[in-house]
């Protein structure tokens, strides 16, 4: 199973947006609703920011959003804040009970 | 509150085996299917394994298949990884991560612990 794929950096000043995409195949993210996203701070955990395409869970700002297209799912980050400086990775379910995560993308807040 | 606490990383020399703990708490861990992913250092996050509530069903990523065994102590509320014929390439923190549903499938990771560090080396 190949990782998913997703640019290597994305950037903006504070107050703007960034979207990070997400592009796998028909077998992970075209054929589920399955994608979630991750944030993941230096030396820290992952955590869920986004799942099953574009659902936050309780306590993630409305500001992080989640959409899907064919082959291709992305996050978007409004209202870019110093704290949203971090690596996201993207997850599909990829079927036979089997999950990969995208490449990863440092996002830096300029 | 939903916490899990990983243990068992260290030092291994290739072919050697190390078992992984991860003690959940905050929840029902009988209700809840377990993963285990891993990151390499400065690379990516890589689905391991991962198995069901009851503990009936395990699932293995091709690239541990056969050397890692996935396992649940209910009565201890704690998850396990044993993990044998090591190879240099398993080098990475490993994370245990619960998902939010009884079994394993379609699904998301919503809480992750911190990570305990494996290091393959002679």
């Known amino acids: 199973q190949s990782a998913l794929t997703q640019p290597p950096s994305a950037s903006g000043s504070p107050g703007q947006s960034v979207t990070i995409s997400c592009t796998g195949t028909s077998s992970d993210v075209g054929g589920y609703n399955y994608v979630s996203w991750y944030q993941q701070h230096p030396g820290k955990a992952p955590k869920l920011m986004i799942y099953e395409v574009s659902k936050r869970p309780s306590g993630v700002p409305d500001r992080f959003s989640g959409s899907k297209s064919g082959n291709t799912a992305s996050l978007t980050v409004s209202g870019l804040q110093a704290e949203d400086d971090a690596d996201y990775y993207c997850s599909s379910y990829a079927g036979s009970n089997n999950y990969v995560f995208g490449t990863g993308t440092k996002v830096t807040v300029l | 509150e939903v916490q899990l606490l990983e243990s068992g990383g260290g030092l291994v020399q290739p072919g050697g085996s190390l078992r992984l703990s991860c003690a959940a708490s905050?929840?029902?861990?009988?209700?809840?299917?377990m993963n285990w992913v891993r990151q390499a250092p400065g690379k990516g996050l890589e689905w391991v394994s991962a198995?069901?509530?009851?503990?009936?069903?395990?699932y293995y990523a091709d690239s541990v298949k056969g050397r890692f065994t996935i396992s649940r102590d209910t009565s201890k509320n704690t998850l396990y990884l044993q993990m044998n014929s090591l190879r240099a390439e398993d080098t990475a923190v490993y994370y245990c991560?619960?998902?939010?549903?009884?079994?394993?499938?379609?699904?998301?990771?919503?809480?992750w612990g911190q990570g305990t560090l494996v290091t393959v080396s002679s």
């Open positions: 991560a619960k998902t939010p549903f009884p079994n394993v499938g379609a699904a998301h990771f919503d809480y």
């Open positions: 198995i069901s509530g009851g503990g009936g069903s395990t």
């Open positions: 905050g929840f029902t861990f009988s209700s809840y299917a």
